[in-house]
């Protein structure tokens, strides 16, 4: 049974930081395996954030850029987001993602969500 599980959310300033956590269980990564963070604020869609590879490569909602770091420790099983200079407009809830190809093909897995608001 694979879990992921999501930590490090919560209610910071504008202007401050966060790092998330995503901690994976029942799973053991392959190398086609992509990991990310997704984000969906009140009456909008769930857009991707960020997204990393096993060989290391990366992609960043341009919304983002230059602000957030998506980071795994595969020997850990675990994938970071690392959110600085947060904004307003960054709040929402944020999920872990992992895709990969089984036997049936594509799949993909979730977490819960983990809360992050940034107001003052």
């Known amino acids: 049974q694979v879990q992921l599980v999501e930590s490090g959310g919560g209610l910071v300033q504008p202007g401050g930081s966060l790092r998330l956590s995503c901690a994976a269980s029942?799973?053991?990564?392959?190398?086609?395996?992509?990991m990310g963070w997704y984000r969906q604020a009140p009456g909008k869609q769930r857009e991707l954030v960020a997204r990393?590879?096993?060989?290391?490569?990366?992609n960043y909602a341009d919304s983002v850029k230059g602000r957030f770091t998506i980071s795994r420790d595969n020997a850990k099983n675990v994938v970071y987001l690392q959110m600085n200079s947060l904004k307003p407009e960054d709040t929402a809830v944020y999920s872990c993602?992992?895709?990969?190809?089984?036997?049936?093909?594509?799949?993909?897995?979730w977490g819960q969500g983990t809360q992050v608001t940034v107001s003052s």
């Open positions: 993602n992992i895709g990969r190809y089984e036997l049936s093909g594509w799949r993909e897995y």
């Open positions: 029942g799973i053991i990564f392959r190398i086609n395996d992509m």
């Open positions: 990393i590879s096993m060989g290391g490569s990366t």
